[in-house]
């Protein structure tokens, strides 16, 4: 399978027929998630609709992993609440057009993190912080459902008014009930079949009980406008007056946070899922190439009205489960999405929330690590810390942000595992005769190992020789020279004739470049 965005004929019609159908399936799961973000983020379902189809058609052709999904998801909705909610507050209708240019901003960051090739740093990024992210995550997804439940213990996102309706007392119970429901439908269903998703059996199944019954509760016409038509191109910058935002700095600082947090962790994500499909189709696919691809993408969706997205875990499973693997599935996914959105938006509008909410809920018990939670008592307790600093940083921060999470549990990461590395320098003090003394260091000395590698030697005992071999240790900074340097001088102090053997030639380099090579230091 090709890394690249080659266009060559084997990327698009070397299975047709089930790129095709597995195309039009995926797009069945993505109408519910779409709907369901956009109230999430705190705007109106088209927006989430027409992200989902602008995304989809876009990275069938720029991106670097065949048949993986693109649409608006629940890590970047996430992150627009905030920025909706502050556009909404300065003006109406201003809350959209902030997103707008969010996410034409998030684009061209993600394209610059692709030619910086961001995708290598990637490698850094631990396990434990991975989990702690999509721990917070499915968490978040869940708590954005309490609302339409009847719960509202203002988690801290008022963007969410827009999409939240105050239940009365007497819908509570049938709200409750429905989502029972489907949440019983989504996971009995595929231990007896699985010709069509569960998630859209559900939605069919609580929409036919809820017309039938003519029920008095919470429906997709509620949260706002659906598409009557395509999506038309429409900058987002112009006159306060007519919902648009200035060009200008002012808007660049409002949107700057929101942007760079959703360039960072939609591609994050889109990572991780590429990682997965590397996996299951046993093959390879270029991170930095996708990178690109989704700030086109990014960029395409908002210039066409559609929220910022990044790639979708499940339904790119699913479409790989079901014999998706050129970017004929892809394409198929966007155009079969837009033409379902066109043809059925009458019955798109009596979707109950009910049959919304069992679907968010499914998503977020799939999106946490169950098994890494499971076993948390069999990971080692760095593991766990790291896991817990990431989610503890993303659920106290207001908005929640991901991207300060993930940044948190790495340098947490990075701090334990300085000092895992520290504590195995060693010094072995070897007494040769009354007047000479000899200690062989081995491991790695830098700013964290310093100090045990100090604590190593007698500072006090002043034998007219002293050896230091260093052949066995690599000197990695400018604290570790210090440290050296540090130690012959108190030697000297005391009287002793220090000398350094050992040192190898990338530590040698590095004495020179600082200028403090010891005196009768050799390799």
Known sequence: MASSPA??????????????????????????????????????????????????ITIAFVGGRTAMITSATGSTALLMTGLVATGNARGEGLGLAYLMAAGILTGVFQILWGYLRLAYQMRFVPLGVLSGFVNALALLIFQAQLP????????????????????????????????????????????ITRVLPSQLVAIIVITAISMGLNLDIPKVMNLGELPNGLPIFNLPFGDVSNQRVPFSLETFGIVLPTALSISLVGLMETFLTQDILDER??????????????????????????????????????????????????????????????????????????????????????????????????????DTAVMLMTFAVTMLTTPHNLALGVLAGVALAGILFSRKVAKVIRVEAIKITEDESRYVVSGQLFFVSKIYFLQGFDVHDHPARITIDMSQAHIWDQSGVGALNQLIRKLRLGGSVVNVEGLNKESLNLFEKIGSQPEGSHG
């Open 7 to 56: 266009m060559g004929l084997q990327n698009w019609f070397s299975n047709p027929r089930r790129d095709v159908l597995s195309g039009l399936v995926v797009a069945f799961a993505m109408i519910p998630e779409a709907i369901a973000f956009s109230g999430i983020a705190g705007v109106d379902p088209r927006v989430g609709l027409f992200g989902a189809f602008c995304l989809s």
């Open 148 to 191: 339409q439940l009847g719960i509202n213990l203002h988690f801290g996102e008022a963007g969410h008014d827009h999409a939240m309706q105050a239940l009365s007392g007497s819908q509570i119970p049938v709200v409750w009930a429905l989502v029972l429901l489907g949440l019983v439908i989504i996971y009995g269903l595929p231990r």
């Open 281 to 382: 189709t046993d093959s390879n696919s270029n991170k930095n190439t996708e990178a690109k691809g989704q700030g086109i993408a990014n960029i395409v969706s908002s210039l066409f009205g559609g929220m910022a997205g990044c790639a979708l875990v499940g339904q790119s499973v699913m479409n790989i489960d079901n014999g998706g693997r050129t970017r004929l599935s892809t394409l198929s996914s966007g155009i079969s999405l837009l033409a379902m959105i066109l043809l059925a938006s009458t019955w798109l509008k009596q979707i109950p929330m009910a049959a919304l909410v069992a679907v968010m809920i499914g998503i977020a018990v799939s999106t946490a690590d169950v098994a890494g939670l499971r076993n948390i008592r069999n990971i080692p307790k760095s």
